[in-house]
Structure formats: structure tokens, C-alpha cells
């Protein structure tokens, strides 16, 4: 029996030992891991709903979402805590040392506590739980152990048990620290959706970078108005119209009727084409060679609505209008790149 243990032991050892290329390896872990998930998303029950419940009704009444964990489950709980701040439900990471030597300062009555903690054993986690039961929160366990010390203590402990981890000797949390990341995206969107957290929501929080860009911009705070902004009636020659065009250093010209409403688009393209036909061009009234029904925009539209034309439509300039569908901008496609929304 000895001899068969000793030979069991002797080939996982030099399973362990033998060249293994990388790319296969790195496919092994996806494999693993992506297990760990299905197995998660089988287990999720009732209980992920009441966590929900509770967080929602944290945030409706002021409350924040307090973060504890140990080790790398502290490192997933800052990442959790970062979502859920960053779509509408205030969180902060506490340390679970640090805590217990006046950080318990950030809790108060009405909060949140997700507690994040594979083993459900952690003791660092455990020697708070005393600290904050003084307090009038509710607890959520995020564990892998649905019987451990706490989960018992938990409001709530969502299962997050997994198969098996990625390292091959089942021992650094890898398969266990994705499903809690994404237990915690999971908790933070569907707050997000009870919540009725809007775009315009997530743009107020998201001010800097691309992000805000592409959610706060209007198209009136990107086009070129004024002297950039080409416009002629409709009677206007197109001698003349060119020359308004190069003085609005513009490949594009808005063409609006007696009262001022938009009603065509000339551009250098619709020249070069009439040209090689029509010995008379010059002398044309804009009407006769315009293209009617242009691509427009309004100007209170989101900027990042006018890539989405210029994308589907393939044109170089948008003209903007307003209410009135008079033109009072245009968006050239050349000035995007130092906007920075594309």
C-alpha cells in the first residue's frame, strides 16, 4: 500500500516536473477559472437577491457599502469597493487591523458591510465582527465556506465556492478571487438597475478622461460656429459660395432658405462633380446644385451621437442645428481626433 502511495506521490511529482509550454498552461487556467464561474452562477439562489435588497436600501437611506478583507480578498474588495462608488452607492475599504485601532471611526448605524473571505475563517475578520454588530448594519458575507464562523454571523453569505483554484497545487487563491470579483460586478450592477442609475448619473462621476467626455460634451460644445460656421441662402451664386467657404476655411457649405431654415448642404466634393459637367456652374444659384435633406444634428445631442453619424454616414462634416432647424454649427470629422472623444 505504501509502495502505491510512494508511486502515486512519485508520478504528480514529475507530472509537476515535465515541460509544459506556456501557451498551454495559460489555457488551463482559463479553463479552471472559467469553471470556478459556471459553478458559481449555478449556486446563485434567493440570498443574491436579499444582498441586493440590502444594499439598495443602504444607499436610499444614505447609508455607504464598508468593505473589509485579508490578503487578496482585500485587494478584490478595494476593486469592489471602487465600482460600486463609481455607479452610485458610496464604499469604502476598511482594515481590518487598522479598524480595531479607531478606522471603525468610518462606520455608522444604516451602513453595509460586505465581507470578503474565501475561508470564512480569516481571524483578522472574525475579531471585528464583534466591533461592528455594535453597530446598526447589516452584514454580507462573500465566502466560499457557506458554514463557516462567518457566514454564520452574516446577514447574508453568498456562496462563492469554486472546484477547484488555478495553482496547481490548489493552494493561491485564483479561481476563488475571480468569482469574487465578479460577485462583486454582479452585486454593482444590479444596484446599478435598481437604483435606476442613468448614464448621465455615471458621466457626474466620471468628469476627466474619455468616459466624460463621451458622456458630458454636446455637440454645441464641439462644433464651429461664427466665421468658421459656413452659411449662404440658396440664391447665392456658386462663385460667391465659395468664397464664403474659404473664408471659413470649411469644406462645406449650409444652404438655408428666405427664413433661415436649413435646406441643403453644398460641398468642395459637389463642386468638383458639377464642374466637369456644367460650363455654367459658377454662375448657378446654390438651389439648382445643392443635395437637399443633409445630414444634420441637433446641438444639445451627445458628441459621442455625432461619431456614432459620421461612422454610419461616412461624411466629413455634420451640420448642427437647432431647434428651429436653423444651422448654427458645424462638426468637422478633422477636429475629433483633438477632442479627444473618439
Do not use: W
Not at 23 to 42: G, H, M, P, S, Y
Amino acid at each position: 500500500m505504501r509502495r502505491g502511495i510512494r508511486h502515486c506521490h512519485l508520478r504528480r511529482d514529475l507530472a509537476l516536473c515535465l515541460p509544459v509550454s506556456h501557451l498551454t498552461q495559460a489555457r488551463k487556467v482559463f479553463d479552471i477559472e472559467l469553471a470556478a464561474l459556471k459553478a458559481v452562477r449555478a449556486q446563485l439562489d434567493a440570498t443574491f437577491d436579499r444582498a441586493v435588497e440590502i444594499l439598495v436600501e443602504t444607499v436610499a437611506h444614505r447609508g455607504k457599502v464598508i468593505v473589509v478583507g485579508i490578503g487578496k480578498s482585500g485587494n478584490i474588495g478595494a476593486k469592489i469597493a471602487a465600482t460600486l462608488t463609481s455607479t452610485g452607492a458610496p464604499s469604502v475599504v476598511l482594515n481590518s487591523v487598522d479598524a480595531l485601532h479607531g478606522d471603525l471611526g468610518l462606520v455608522n448605524d444604516g451602513d453595509a458591510v460586505l465581507a470578503l473571505s474565501y475561508s470564512g475563517e480569516s481571524e483578522e475578520l472574525l475579531n471585528l465582527l464583534p466591533a461592528l454588530k455594535r453597530f446598526a448594519v447589516k452584514i454580507i458575507a462573500l465566502t466560499g465556506a457557506p458554514k463557516s464562523s462567518l457566514a454564520r454571523h452574516s446577514d447574508v453569505a453568498l456562496n462563492l465556492r469554486v472546484p477547484r483554484e488555478a495553482c496547481p497545487f490548489n493552494l493561491a487563491p485564483t479561481a476563488s478571487t475571480t468569482v469574487m470579483l465578479v460577485m462583486g460586478d454582479a452585486l454593482a450592477l444590479a444596484v446599478l438597475r435598481a437604483r435606476g442609475f442613468k448614464p448621465s448619473d455615471y458621466a457626474k462621476r466620471h468628469p476627466a478622461g474619455a468616459i466624460g467626455r463621451a458622456l458630458l460634451l454636446r455637440v454645441g460644445d464641439i462644433m464651429r460656429t461664427g466665421e468658421r460656421n459656413a452659411v449662404a441662402r440658396e440664391t447665392l451664386s456658386v462663385r460667391d459660395s465659395l468664397l464664403v467657404m474659404t473664408q471659413a476655411k470649411s469644406g462645406s457649405l449650409s444652404v438655408i432658405n428666405a427664413r433661415g431654415k436649413l435646406v441643403g448642404v453644398f460641398t468642395d466634393g459637389d463642386f468638383r462633380r458639377h464642374m466637369s459637367a456644367d460650363e455654367q456652374l459658377l454662375s448657378r444659384p446654390l438651389k439648382d446644385v445643392m443635395t437637399r435633406h443633409p445630414v444634420c444634428i441637433r446641438d444639445n445631442a451627445l458628441a459621442v451621437e455625432a461619431l456614432k453619424v459620421f461612422d454610419q454616414r461616412q461624411i466629413d462634416d455634420l451640420i448642427v442645428i437647432n431647434a428651429r432647424r436653423e444651422p448654427v454649427g458645424l462638426v468637422d470629422s478633422q477636429d475629433l481626433p483633438k477632442l479627444k472623444i473618439v
